[in-house]
Every structure is written in structure tokens, then in C-alpha cells.
């Protein structure tokens, strides 16, 4: 994820709250500051890697693709950051 993106969201956080949704193949991403996001859905929490210099973050989802057997194949993936609720909703599905 970008670094203006991690920023806008998890400001200087290296940690999210993160939780798959098996029916859409939606990954939810919340900052760990987001005490609601626990409350409404079976989150764990997950580390906000530095990627680079820039400031580029990753999350490891190697163990949510075997899982669930997603496609592993490296590409981009569409998402839609909601600021004013605050997560990014990603999408994971293979099509």
C-alpha cells in the first residue's frame, strides 16, 4: 500500500485490525485505534511492515491465501478506502 495511503489511514500506526469476509473475498483493514471494528467483526490483528523507503506498507497474507485458497498470483488489487469510516476494504477475489 502506498505510503500516502497508510498514512492517511494508520497515521504513524505499525499495527491494523484485520478481518477476511469469505462470501465477497473482502479483506477489512482498520487501524488498531479502531475500538468498533473488534466489535462488529472477528478481527485479528496484524502487522504494517515497512516495504520501502518511501514509506510503503504491506500486511503478510500469506497464511489467509492458503487458507482460503485464493489466487496467489502478484497483482493489483482493487480497494476503497472509506476515510470517514476508517478501513480499506480490499478486494481479494480472482476475477
Given amino acids: 500500500m502506498s505510503s500516502t495511503l497508510a498514512s492517511t489511514l494508520f497515521k504513524q500506526d505499525n499495527l491494523a485490525f484485520m478481518t ?11 487501524p488498531v485505534t479502531s475500538t468498533w471494528f473488534t466489535k462488529m467483526h472477528e478481527a485479528k490483528q496484524c502487522l ?3 516495504k520501502n523507503m518511501h ?3 504491506s500486511i503478510a497474507l500469506h497464511a489467509l491465501i492458503i487458507d482460503h485458497e485464493l489466487d496467489e498470483t502478484d497483482r493489483e ?11 480499506i476494504k480490499i478486494n481479494l477475489n480472482d476475477e
Fill in 20 to 30: 477476511f469476509q469469505e462470501s465477497t473475498k473482502q479483506l477489512l483493514v482498520a
Fill in 48 to 50: 504494517l511492515k515497512d
Fill in 55 to 57: 514509506g510503503d506498507k
Fill in 77 to 87: 488489487l482493487e480497494f476503497e478506502l472509506n476515510e470517514q469510516v476508517g478501513w
